[in-house]
């Protein structure tokens, strides 16, 4: 059997990813990340004792500690990749990657303001409204996309080991920071033409209706 790469010490290891000191002695190991059900692999230490929410972790992974009742609020893998959390069995070391509970993922709830404007009814069109559809009319928008983040139900605690132990509270939960985060790079993605560039779109100064104003976006800023 080949020997677990995150068994050895950090002095004589290759590149890594990042270590964990163990609680009970000090000493400090490496951490190599991979992709399927262990993404740690199997840790172990020199001394007895197996990781567990005592120890410390450094480097791309990092300790995590769910403030939600379990199931758990996580972030959302990029469709293909795997979830980029996980926990260590305390009985024998050997990391898991936690799974989705359920196929429901959380998005933000729909709007409601047309069952409103039902009970309201429709409103009178003034001048100015009218106008204002004209003008879009003339110039249409640019197009805004909106990448939305979305969350996973995922449990830590009552993953059953396959030596038959069973992750809890006091089991070491971990994040890999790198993996998934390519899916909100960028956020909002906004497009333009060379009409309204010409326009001033995007600069301090708009030029509208034969003068110059002032770019309310970018002397106030949306953060």
């Not at 004792?49 to 992974?61: I, M, N, R, W, Y």
């Not at 939600?68 to 990029?78: F, G, K, M, N």
């Not at 050997?94 to 047309?114: D, M, T, Y």
Request: glycine share 10%; net charge positive.
């Amino acid at each position: 059997m080949a020997a677990n790469p995150n068994s050895s010490s950090i002095s004589d290891s290759p590149a890594h990813d990042g270590k964990w000191s163990c609680c009970h002695c000090g000493t400090q190991h490496p951490l190599f990340t991979q992709q399927g059900a262990h993404p740690l692999g199997a840790l172990s230490c020199s001394c007895p004792h197996k990781p567990c929410g005592e120890c410390t972790l450094a480097g791309s992974v990092k300790q995590f500690l769910s403030i939600s009742a379990e199931p758990a609020l996580v972030q959302a893998p990029v469709p293909g990749d795997d979830i980029a959390f996980g926990a260590v069995c305390a009985a024998c070391g050997l990391s898991w990657r936690v799974q989705e509970v359920g196929s429901k993922r959380v998005k933000k709830k729909a709007s409601h303001q047309h069952l409103l404007a039902r009970k309201m009814g429709s409103m009178r069109r003034t001048k100015s409204v009218a106008a204002l559809r004209q003008t879009a009319a003339l110039a249409p928008i640019p197009e805004i996309r909106v990448v939305q983040a979305e969350d996973v139900r995922v449990r830590f605690c009552g993953i059953r080991c396959s030596c038959g132990g069973v992750t809890d509270l006091n089991s070491l939960c971990f994040k890999m920071e790198g993996e998934g985060e390519g899916r909100l790079q960028g956020g909002k993605q906004w497009s333009t033409t060379a009409e309204f560039k010409a326009k001033g779109h995007g600069g301090p100064v708009l030029l509208l209706l034969g003068g110059k104003h002032p770019n309310p976006l970018a002397s106030n800023p949306v953060v």
